[in-house]
């Protein structure tokens, strides 16, 4: 199995990867360019799995050589698992590559990272309902601090394919009075 890392940069992908890795680590350029990526090894119920820490993009139409780098690697990876990590601060920014991802078809699971940070602005986000929502697992962490790293690791095997159709009648479905991330309190 191959595991990527997808994300915004600066949203903690590097420090999942080595929390998952440890020091099994090669960093390489991707072909042709002089874009740096790294690759560790780690195991999961027994199985050797492969975990890439994908370039930081914050689309898949890219606008740098950097996130050009990141889509091939998606793209090159049909069969792989993508954890998408997302800066739980800034929610709307994230849901957005990560809503791409699944129109593309892999099988996906959020990481709502930066949890604290988040909390430190008054922003909850109700993970269970967003997940509910989008009908893949959603897991709330604190990577920094090790916090949900198990959890996140234990519902890999849950990550499948979406149809986006599925997530647009999930969201129909959803009370309009109710908000996902809520500035001012729990959701």
Same mark, same amino acid.
């Given at each position: ?41 780690? $195991? ?18 890219? $606008? ?95 990550? $499948? ?27």
């Amino acid at each position: 199995m191959k595991i990527l890392l997808m994300g915004h940069p600066n949203v903690g992908k590097s420090v999942f990867f080595n929390r998952l890795t440890g020091a099994n680590v090669t960093e390489s350029n991707y072909p042709g360019t002089t874009v740096d990526y790294t690759k560790g090894w780690m $195991k999961i119920e027994g199985e050797d799995v492969e975990i890439v820490d994908v370039p930081g993009t914050f689309s898949l139409d890219p $606008k740098d050589r950097a996130e050009e780098v990141a889509v091939a690697m998606l793209h090159e990876n049909r069969d792989a698992k993508v954890i998408s990590v997302i800066d739980a601060s800034k929610i709307e920014r994230g849901i957005y590559l990560a809503l791409e991802i699944i129109e593309e078809g892999y099988p996906l699971v959020i990481a709502l990272n930066m949890r604290d940070v988040a909390e430190d602005k008054n922003i909850v986000i109700d993970a269970d309902r967003l997940e509910r929502i989008l009908g893949i697992p959603v897991v709330s962490t604190v990577a920094i601090a090790g916090e949900g790293i198990k959890e996140l690791v234990s519902r890999l095997k849950e990550a $499948k394919p979406v149809n986006v159709e599925d997530i647009i009648a999930n969201a129909a479905n959803a009370s309009t009075t109710e908000s996902v991330a809520d500035a001012g309190g729990a959701a």
